[in-house]
């Protein structure tokens, strides 16, 4: 017999966590970032953020899923939307909102 597991509706897997992980070392190599970290939100659900400003250090950008629409939103500092949708379409989004955060557009 095979046990049933029903999965938070914040769960964001593996693959996914590492891409985000991967997505955070690119824009820290990219001199956008200083840092991301995996934090909770408010309800308990899983939130990648990213970080910029060396010593006055803010919170740039966010990422967590939304399970019952089955799509990741990604929220600016002030919580305003930045993209949503599939992992790659929101990923692309947060590039060039971090290129024109840089100034490079």
Request: include cysteine; glycine fraction near 10%.
């Amino acid at each position: 017999m095979s046990k049933t597991y029903k999965l938070p509706d914040n769960f964001i897997g593996k693959e996914d966590r590492e891409r985000l992980e991967s997505f955070g070392g690119h824009t820290i190599a990219h001199g956008r970032a200083t840092r991301w970290h995996w934090g909770k939100n408010d309800n308990g659900d899983d939130v990648f953020e990213i970080y910029r400003g060396g010593a006055d250090e803010s919170l740039a950008a966010r990422v967590h899923r939304d399970r019952e629409r089955d799509i990741f939103l990604a929220q600016n500092e002030l919580s305003q939307p930045i993209g949503s949708g599939e992992l790659e379409h929101v990923m692309a989004e947060l590039e060039e909102y971090f290129s024109r955060l840089h100034g490079e557009c």
